[in-house]
Structure formats: structure tokens, C-alpha cells
T-cell receptor
Framework: EAQVTQNPRYLITVTGKKLTVTCSQN?????MSWYRQDPGLGLRQIYY???????DKGDVPEGYKVSRKEKRNFPLILESPSPNQTSLYFC???????????????FGEGSRLTVL | QQQVKQSPQSLIVQKGGIPIINCAYE??????FPWYQQFPGKGPALLIA?????SEKKEGRFTISFNKSAKQFSLHIMDSQPGDSATYFC?????????????FGTGTRLQVTL
């Protein structure tokens, strides 16, 4: 089954304790991206990657890091989480085709993070 | 210029009604306008999309109307059903440098009642 898998789905942590949210896709997509969803603010892009070893900032990258060492994986790293990073996070992937990047985005089911 | 303004924030309609969700933009470089549907506890999924060279696109009960001169586009759901209750996001894409970028509206929470 084609899917984007995120882990963990739920996490409660404390300020300053480093954490990683993993994302893996099995569709051989070149493009991967992280979004955060907050009430009234919609989906905001954190980082994206056009391919292995190619990453770039989205609209709200502060406090986050990413890496793309393999095509299928795109982990999101919070080196020193703060309460304002409490949010619902989505990983998404897409083919790069037809001059449209991203094309149809396939989203994971989300990771709800609470930073105390 | 990168924003897409979406309204209303929430919407309640009765079964069979026609909810309409509106989006407006300023950046005339936008060239692709998708709508995503998100059910509670799930990630968004592509519902329907339109290019600015057409004024309307229908897929089943879902229709996008596009007004290029007004820089507005909207989603209509015909004969709405309780199963359509979800959050809907409009989005817009434009080319920058060697890639396109996609920006989302703030979402509309739709509830269809019996």
C-alpha cells in the first residue's frame, strides 16, 4: 500500500529535550516536505526536499532541522523544543513531474507534539 | 503576495445543501490551484485542482469555480452529505527559481447535518 508513515503519532516532551519525528514514504517520490498545522493558521511549510541531500527552508523553519540521506526518509529534528512548537505535524511527499513541484501531495497521518 | 485568503473559517449546512468555500489571492504568478480535504485524525488528501486557463472544473459533486480577473476561486459541494464533513484547504502554487512552491489557505471546517 502506498503510504507516508510518521512516527511517533503522539508525543509529549519537555522544553529542551531533543526529539526526532521520522517520516518514510514507499512511493519513490523525489519531493518531501514537513508542515505544521495550527488552528486558524492552516498548513505552514517548515522544510522541504527536492531529492537526496537537497533541502531548503519553508515558511517557518526556525527551531527545526531536517536531513535527507535516503530518498524514502525525511526526519524532522527539534534540537531544543519550546512550547511554541506544540503543534500537529505532517510529512508529505510528491512526484516531480510535468513541471509541477510539488504535484499531488500525499500526507502522513500526522504527529501531535506537545512541548511542556 | 504569497498568501491565499480563505473564508469562511467554519460552515454548517444541512444535508443536500450547497456549501461554498472561497479563496482569494494577490500573486498573479500562481498557476495551479488545488483543494485538499482533511478528515479528523487524518492527513489532507487532494480533492480537486484547477489551472487558471479554465473557469470551472467538476469532479462528481465537487466543483471549482475560477475567476482569474477577480483573483478568486471557490469550491462548491453539490448535494452535500454528512460524509463530506471535513476541513477543506485551498492552495496555490507558483514557480520560483528552479522549483514551484505551494501555499495553503487557513482552512474551512465544514459540518453537514442531517
Amino acid at each position: 500500500e502506498a503510504q507516508v508513515t510518521q512516527n511517533p503519532r503522539y508525543l509529549i516532551t519537555v522544553t529542551g529535550k531533543k526529539l526526532t519525528v521520522t517520516c518514510s514514504q514507499n512511493m519513490n517520490h523525489e519531493y518531501m516536505s514537513w508542515y505544521r498545522q495550527d488552528p486558524g493558521l492552516g498548513l505552514r511549510q517548515i522544510y522541504y526536499s527536492m531529492n537526496v541531500e537537497v533541502t531548503d527552508k519553508g515558511d517557518v523553519p526556525e527551531g527545526y532541522k531536517v536531513s535527507r540521506k535516503e530518498k524514502r526518509n525525511f526526519p524532522l529534528i527539534l534540537e531544543s523544543p519550546s512550547p511554541n512548537q506544540t503543534s500537529l505535524y505532517f510529512c508529505a511527499s510528491s512526484l516531480i513531474a510535468g513541471g509541477l513541484v510539488p504535484g499531488e501531495l500525499f500526507f502522513g497521518e500526522g504527529s501531535r507534539l506537545t512541548v511542556l | 503576495q504569497q498568501q491565499v485568503k480563505q473564508s469562511p473559517q467554519s460552515l454548517i449546512v444541512q444535508k443536500g445543501g450547497i456549501p461554498i468555500i472561497n479563496c482569494a489571492y494577490e500573486n498573479t504568478a500562481f498557476d495551479y490551484f488545488p483543494w485538499y480535504q482533511q478528515f479528523p485524525g487524518k492527513g489532507p488528501a487532494l480533492l480537486i485542482a484547477i489551472r487558471p486557463d479554465v473557469s470551472e472544473k467538476k469532479e462528481g459533486r465537487f466543483t471549482i469555480s475560477f475567476n482569474k480577473s477577480a483573483k478568486q476561486f471557490s469550491l462548491h459541494i453539490m448535494d452535500s452529505q454528512p460524509g463530506d464533513s471535513a476541513t477543506y484547504f485551498c492552495a496555490a502554487s507558483w514557480v520560483t527559481g528552479t522549483a514551484s512552491k505551494l501555499t495553503f489557505g487557513t482552512g474551512t471546517r465544514l459540518q453537514v447535518t442531517l
